[in-house]
């Protein structure tokens, strides 16, 4: 098994390194694993600290959104031909030890998408996330049909199948929810695996304000009514 | 009727907001047309409020019979459509730039080496 590790990085040039050098060297069925860095038009130095790295660094020349960082990525994963993508946020928020957990359940072919949830155990989130993550739990579930617990996390797992499967349009943080429609629309198996969330005083502040929630809902419903 | 004219002009003054705040704060947008467009949408939210201060400005412009109503009407749709057109051009253009992006991000992914050490063969 092939696995694709998938970071998206805007303009992260404190933390990117660490992210990178902190991912697993080895995880128990997977034979090889490639480390994938996408620097989304950053205006600092992350360009710099991703080539300090071994992660194959891909670059978008300009800044285009989470969204298209991610899609941008999981395209990578597939021409290198990876059985597994798992996507993570490069500002530090997740715990690369937690990728064994979230890929088991698409390596033992259970799910073809894995959501690595916050919510579960939500200890040092903030209560105003807190409330706009239910929300937008709320609007995920009214247009896709799948109540998810956190569905606009980023730390998430596909296999290779429902990656060939699906078409995400979306360049904002509104893929979150884009990928659950998705899920939805070809009946794929979605799981949700607690995850450990590691709230930094940067991490908090490089995170979705409330106001990028509303955002999100009036992108949704432009994708939708976009069909 | 006024209520809904209400709430529909603050919801969509919210939603502008939210984002002419966090284009401003990553540098997308300047401070100029930031306030040029909060100033387009605080006078959007008055004549919601205050729907008569339209009535004084029609007087104003020349009585009651100009026919003022209509004009703002048609202009109100042509801004609707003009409004649309740039819409979907930016659309247009905001998925080929995405599209030329990642084609040139991926260009040179052939034989990619971007293993991690120490992978357990």
Known sequence: ?227 | MQIIAKTFATILAVLVASRLYLDLKAKREGLTMTVFWVGIWIAILIVAYFPSLIDKLISLLGGQRTGLGTVFGMALAFLLFINYRIYAKAHRVEKALEQLSREIALKDLAGVKGKVKGVKK
């Open chain 1, 1 to 227: 098994m092939h696995l694709a590790i998938i970071i998206s990085a805007y303009n992260e040039e404190k933390v990117i390194g660490r992210v990178i050098n902190a991912l697993p060297h080895k995880i128990r069925g997977i034979h090889k694993i490639s480390a994938i860095a996408v620097n989304d038009g950053s205006a600092d130095g992350t360009i710099g600290e991703i080539k300090k790295t071994k992660a194959k660094l891909i670059n978008h020349v300009v800044n285009l959104g989470y969204g298209s960082a991610t899609k941008t990525g999981l395209e990578a994963a597939k021409k290198i031909g990876a059985d597994i993508a798992v996507t993570l946020d490069g500002d530090g928020q997740h715990d690369p030890k937690d990728i064994r957990k979230v890929i088991e359940p698409v390596l033992k072919k259970e799910a073809d998408l894995v959501i690595g949830t916050r919510l579960i155990r939500s200890r040092g989130m903030p209560a105003i996330k807190k409330f706009g993550n239910i929300f937008l739990n709320l609007v995920t579930y009214i247009l896709s049909g799948y109540l998810v617990s956190d569905s606009q996390s980023g730390f998430r797992a596909f296999s290779r199948g429902f990656l060939k499967k699906i078409k995400l349009s979306a360049m904002g943080y509104e893929i979150c929810s884009e990928t659950i429609i998705e899920a939805a629309r070809f009946h794929a198996r979605v799981q949700e695996i607690p995850i450990r969330v590691i709230y930094s005083k940067y991490s908090k502040k490089k995170g979705q304000s409330i106001l990028n929630g509303l955002y999100i809902v009036s992108k949704l419903i432009s994708h939708r009514l976009r069909g």
